[in-house]
């Protein structure tokens, strides 16, 4: 069974850059999947961040003007999203996903991150 | 951006209903939709991923149909688990998006 725990800052200051790393465990960023971030503003729906498949490959969501970035780090079994130049709009729960590409089968149990000015 | 509408917002209804919830696409997504349960404080959880295929472990009174831009999400016999809120979500082209979200309560 696939699992994903999602770690990182709880709190981060306005024009900084929030930074969270998604572990892998019960299987691997190394097999052909594709990784991915959602997020969930207070009482608001999902909205996709983005995903890098296996080989590097990365898509992202246009909404966020260039600001996200996702990377994965094989030798760790994780992958992680930088978002630069937050502000209070970007306060959500972030979740990692596998696979949203058929339907996303494993996620962890979200982050709250607070962007404080 | 291919938007996607659900309705109701919000849906009322007993223990034993059968309810029916809509997704539609502002363009055809053909059968990239999933439809996802999530409750309050939790990750959301995959029902439904090609328009109506059952993911694992799922009961069978979740039923999902359609195809292009018009979804439908059937619950029979619903349960006192069933009550929720329920995303669709197509991938079809990037970005992936979702509907704004259905809950399900008691009435």
């Known amino acids: 069974q696939v699992q994903l725990q999602e770690s990182g800052p709880g709190l981060v200051k306005s024009s900084g850059t929030l930074s969270l790393t998604c572990a892998v465990s019960g299987g691997s960023v190394s097999s052909s999947n594709w990784w991915s971030w959602v997020r969930q503003a207070p009482g608001k729906g999902l909205e996709w961040i983005g995903e890098?498949?296996?080989?590097?490959?990365?898509n992202y969501n246009p909404s966020l003007k260039g600001r996200a970035a996702i990377s994965v780090d094989k030798a760790k079994n994780q992958f992680t999203l930088s978002l630069t130049s937050v502000t209070a709009a970007d306060t959500a729960v972030y979740y990692c996903?596998?696979?949203?590409?058929?339907?996303?089968?494993?996620w962890g149990q979200g982050r709250l991150v607070t962007v404080s000015s | 951006d291919i938007q996607m509408t659900q309705s109701p917002s919000t849906l009322s209804a007993s223990v034993g209903d059968r309810i029916t919830i809509t997704c539609r696409a502002s363009?055809?997504?053909?059968?990239?939709l999933a439809w996802y349960q999530q409750k309050p404080g939790k990750a959301p959880k995959l029902l439904i991923y090609k328009s109506s295929t059952l993911e694992s472990g799922v009961p069978s009174r979740f039923i999902g149909s359609g195809s292009g831009t018009q979804f439908t999400l059937t619950i029979t016999n619903l349960q006192p688990d069933d009550f929720a809120t329920y995303h669709c979500?197509?991938?079809?082209?990037?970005?992936?998006?979702f509907g704004q979200g259905t809950k399900v309560e008691i009435k």
């Open positions: 363009q055809s997504v053909t059968n990239f």
């Open positions: 979500q197509h991938y079809h082209t990037y970005p992936y998006t």
């Open positions: 890098i498949s296996d080989r590097g490959r990365s």
């Open positions: 996903a596998r696979d949203l590409v058929r339907g996303g089968d494993f």
